[in-house]
C-alpha cells in the first residue's frame, strides 16, 4: 500500500476532457460521451490508461474486444479485457488533455 501511495503523492492531476466509439447502434444516442475527468499525471502510459478507462469503458458481452487509447491523438495503449499494453514509454500530458478511446470490434 505504501508503494502505491508514493507513486501518486508526488504526480498532480490534470484535467482530462474523455471520449469513446460507441459500441452499438443502441450506443449511439450519448455519442461521443464525452465527460470531463480528473486523474493522476501518471507517466507510466498503462497506469495512465488503466485510471483514465476505469468506471468509464462499457462492459461489452463477448471475446476479443479491444480499445486502443489515445491522448492528444497518439496512441498510448491498447486495452483487452485481461491487460493493458503500453505502446509508448511516457505519457505525453500537454497544457490540454483529451483522451479518445477507439473501439475494435471481435474479429473472427
Known amino acids: 500500500m505504501k508503494a502505491a501511495f508514493d507513486v501518486l503523492r508526488d504526480r498532480p492531476r490534470v484535467p482530462v476532457t474523455v471520449t469513446r466509439d460507441s459500441v452499438c447502434a443502441g450506443d449511439d ?9 480528473e486523474e ?16 468509464y469503458l462499457p462492459s461489452v458481452a463477448g ?28 505519457t505525453p500530458f500537454a497544457a490540454s ?8 470490434s471481435a474479429t473472427y
Open 29 to 37: 444516442c450519448d455519442a461521443p460521451h464525452e465527460t470531463l475527468r
Open 63 to 90: 471475446v476479443s474486444h479491444t480499445w486502443t487509447c489515445l491522448l492528444n491523438d497518439i496512441r498510448i495503449a491498447e486495452i483487452s479485457t485481461s491487460h493493458i499494453q503500453s505502446l509508448i514509454s511516457v
Open 40 to 55: 493522476y499525471s501518471f507517466l507510466d502510459p498503462t497506469a495512465f490508461a488503466r485510471a483514465i478507462s476505469h468506471s
Open 97 to 104: 488533455n483529451r483522451v479518445h478511446f477507439v473501439y475494435h
